[in-house]
T-cell receptor
Framework: DAEITQSPRHKITETGRQVTLACHQT?????MFWYRQDLGHGLRLIHY???????NKGEVSDGYSVSRSNTEDLPLTLESAASSQTSVYFC???????????FGEGSRLTVL | GQNIDQPTEMTATEGAIVQINCTYQ??????LFWYQQHAGEAPTFLSY??LDGLEEKGRFSSFLSRSKGYSYLLLKELQMKDSASYLC??????????WGAGTKLIIKP
């Protein structure tokens, strides 16, 4: 069965360290997204990609970067982790309609 | 600014019916989505409305009024497994999803 997986599922790091969260999907979807989810807020878009070599900034992109070298993967990098980036991160993909998303199980990141 | 409003929390009884409301103010409208999210899990797609009216899918129905900027999700014959958060999201003129903070639904026996 096609799926979307994230790793690590849980990560504790220190302020200033670089962190990369992996996202891998076997749906062969062109569209991939990274969101963060915090209490009291809706999902907030960090970065998204509509295909290989395509990346775009979302509403909360500062401090994050992505790259898309193939269809299956969209890793999210925190260049220098900050405590404000403690959150649950969800990767998602969609076939054509950007609205119907298939989400990964989430990565809980704690920055101390 | 863009805004999606949902009640923070609702409580209902097993076997009953509950309606979760969502009001929105966005720059443009290209569809409204409902997702279900169980605690500690990923959101999963429930429904999509782009035209006014009611869309029914089993025990779940979703209604949209574009002129009022309003939608609701109706859950019938509530089961304990329906305890979850329900997320409303609107696709704006840039085809980006704007998400509400979600409504936590608690089902009591």
């Amino acid at each position: 069965d096609a799926e979307i997986t994230q790793s690590p599922r849980h990560k504790i790091t220190e302020t200033g360290r670089q962190v990369t969260l992996a996202c891998h999907q076997t749906w062969n979807h062109n569209n991939m997204f990274w969101y963060r989810q915090d209490l009291g807020h809706g999902l907030r878009l960090i970065h998204y990609s509509y295909g290989v070599q395509d990346t775009n900034k979302g509403e909360v992109s500062d401090g994050y970067s992505v790259s898309r070298s193939n269809t299956e993967d969209l890793p999210l990098t925190l260049e220098s982790a900050a405590s404000s980036q403690t959150s649950v991160y969800f990767c998602a993909s969609s076939e054509r309609d950007p609205g119907e998303l298939f989400f990964g199980e989430g990565s809980r990141l704690t920055v101390l | 600014g863009q805004n999606i409003d949902q009640p923070t929390e609702m409580t209902a009884t097993e076997g009953a019916i509950v309606q979760i409301n969502c009001t929105y103010q966005t720059s443009g409208f290209n569809g409204l989505f409902w997702y279900q999210q169980h605690a500690g899990e990923a959101p999963t797609f429930l429904s999509y409305n782009v035209l006014d009216g009611l869309e029914e899918k089993g025990r779940f129905s979703s209604f949209l009024s574009r002129s009022k900027g309003y939608s609701y999700l109706l859950l019938k014959e509530l089961q304990m497994k329906d305890s979850a958060s329900y997320l409303c999201a609107v696709r704006d003129s840039n085809y980006q999803l704007i998400w509400g903070a979600g409504t936590k639904l608690i089902i009591k026996p």
